[in-house]
């Protein structure tokens, strides 16, 4: 462990911290950390934990959903600008309309959404446990899924159910390029394709395993003998899948380069970086991390009303899990 390491983990310990962070956290981030899971794992964590504060080395809508569950607690986000381009597709005010002209609907929310999103939501779903929790859904109630169009779309693919599907997408899993993955496909004919549900239709399409990202770390992890596996998801993942089984190889899926961009790397307005890093995620440094522990903030707050009627969808999710 680092100097910086070393002091993260003695305040965390001097504190009653636990430290929770998201498998597409900086690989030094997950090395300090006393948990590493996915969306749900988090959540169930957060529920269950007697520390007397989380920290949350994810995006923001993480550390909300554990302040939800845990409102006497101190939630501290290392970065609080960590956002979600997928969360930030769905916005609090345009549900509320789209409910109002559609009043008949089951409205079926991503983990990914904002509290106040959640708060207008009737379940609330992570890509674990979308496919379970949907199939428990009466089959003549219309449902609505929101806000991610591809993992919707998988959904109900799977289901052979009929869904609303909203509009929005997630900048990392829908850049993937289809050409680059069929090329490595020839160059590596003998590696699986894991894929998160996120990514487009035509990288699903392409890929031997699709799931939350615990889902695809269970897989490398129940295949050791395999010596390659092509990766389309956030690279942090590799990360946790590399020390499950050290002697393979992980090859991450490149992004499509967006047109107009130049040969240097120069990038078009909007586009944060050229790799399939989740630029967000990244935010969270240990820098931030130690300086957060140490003076307790930046803390996550919930209005005390949203949280209340956004708590009754997470409470269903963690129950239907
Ligand atoms: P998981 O639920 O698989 O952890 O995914 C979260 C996420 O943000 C994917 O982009
Ligand atoms: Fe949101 Fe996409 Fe980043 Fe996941 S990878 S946190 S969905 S922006």
């Given amino acids: ?91 609090a005010d345009d549900l509320r309309a789209w409910k109002e002209q559609h009043p008949d609907h089951y409205i079926v929310s991503y983990v990914n959404t904002s509290a106040a999103v959640k708060a207008l939501t009737d379940v609330v779903v992570t890509s674990s446990n979308a496919l379970k929790i949907v199939r428990t859904i009466p089959a003549d109630k219309p449902v609505l899924f929101g806000p991610d169009h591809n993992l919707g779309a998988y959904i109900s693919q799977q289901t052979g159910r009929e869904l609303t599907l909203w509009n929005g997408a997630c900048h990392v899993h829908s850049r993937f390029s289809a050409e680059a993955l069929l090329a490595l496909k020839r160059e590596h004919p003998g590696a699986p394709v894991l894929a998160h549900p996120e990514c487009k239709q035509i990288i699903l399409n392409l890929s031997d395993v699709i799931g939350s990202t615990q889902a695809l770390l269970s897989y490398v992890k129940n295949h050791p003998d395999m010596r390659e596996f092509i990766i389309a998801t956030e690279s942090g993942v590799i990360h946790e899948m590399r020390k499950a089984v050290p002697e393979a190889t992980f090859i991450p899926v490149p992004p499509e380069i967006p047109e107009g961009n130049t040969k240097d790397g120069l990038l078009p307005q909007g586009v944060g970086c050229m790799c399939n890093e989740c630029e967000y995620m990244r935010m969270v440094t240990l820098d931030k991390l130690r300086d957060c522990l140490l003076h307790e903030s930046p803390a996550v707050d919930v209005d005390p009303e949203i949280a209340k009627q956004a708590i009754i969808p997470i409470q269903r999710m963690l129950e239907l899990s």
């Fill in 1 to 91: 462990m680092t100097d910086i390491q070393q002091q993260i983990r003695t305040l965390a310990r001097e504190k009653n911290a636990i430290i929770m962070a998201h498998f597409y956290q900086r690989p030094e981030v997950q090395e300090v950390a006393d948990f590493i899971g996915d969306s749900l794992a988090l959540a169930q964590q957060a529920a269950n934990t007697d520390a007397k504060i989380i920290v949350l080395c994810g995006v923001h809508f993480m550390a909300e959903t554990a302040k939800i569950l845990c409102p006497d607690k101190l939630v501290l986000i290392p970065e609080p600008k960590a956002g979600c381009s997928l969360a930030d597709s769905c916005q």
